[in-house]
């Protein structure tokens, strides 16, 4: 019994390190996105280009957040383990029911670790939770630098000027940018539909991962 208790102490505080290393890529994408923003709007004359290059910081604090919440996946689901099969049936009956052989299950994610969530998985939750929002703001932004600097936007060609960037044509960067915007929605939107159908295909509606 307390070796399991100081085992779960164990596994909540890699759950709360894990999680706290999430909030901090996710800080650092709001961060060098209001950077971005403060450089790109400081001026009408100012270039939008900042908040193109972002994306690219972007996309790589997302690919490391993502890894990072395939780790903490594995310790949550580990704490979530031990309180339904440990802690409930202590406290509700005073029988930690090894019948049921939930501590086999246990035993073999220490013995054979790995994790519980694909990269596909866990970059289409990180996008849900967090990065939906971070990159709405990076596109509506961009839009809003080429239609209001230097001065009110008057044509659609006009805007295919502001767009382009040196030898790269205004629609070739337009193009790109909605390529880049449509693929995230597209990750988060099927990634969820497989979460959910994972969850409806469970047969244990506690299991681990």
């Given at each position: 019994?307390g070796v399991i208790a100081h085992l779960y102490r164990g596994e909540v505080y890699r759950s709360t390190i894990w999680r706290t290393r999430l909030d901090t890529t996710t800080n650092w994408s709001v961060v060098t996105l209001g950077v971005a923003l403060s450089i790109t709007y400081s001026s009408p004359q100012a270039s939008p ?161």
């Amino acid at each position: 019994m307390g070796v399991i208790a100081h085992l779960y102490r164990g596994e909540v505080y890699r759950s709360t390190i894990w999680r706290t290393r999430l909030d901090t890529t996710t800080n650092w994408s709001v961060v060098t996105l209001g950077v971005a923003l403060s450089i790109t709007y400081s001026s009408p004359q100012a270039s939008p280009l900042p908040l193109v290059l972002v994306g690219i910081l972007i996309v790589f604090f997302l690919m490391l957040e993502a890894r990072r919440y395939r780790y903490f996946n594995v310790w949550r689901a580990r704490c979530r383990w031990m309180e339904l099969h440990f802690m409930a049936p202590i406290l509700r009956e005073g029988d930690l029911h090894l019948e049921d052989h939930w501590q086999d299950r246990l035993a073999e994610d220490y013995r054979h670790p790995s994790y519980h969530v694909s990269m596909w998985t866990a970059i289409g939750r990180r996008i849900r939770r967090n990065y939906f929002w971070i990159l709405l703001i990076q596109a509506a932004a961009y839009m809003g630098k080429l239609i209001v600097h230097p001065t009110p936007l008057e044509s659609f060609g006009q805007l295919l000027d502001r767009a382009a960037i040196g030898p790269v044509p205004g629609w070739l960067v337009l193009t790109t940018g909605a390529i880049y915007c449509v693929t995230w929605g597209a990750i988060a939107i099927i990634s969820e539909q497989q979460d959910a159908k994972r969850a409806s295909r469970r047969r244990d509606p506690s299991g681990m991962g």
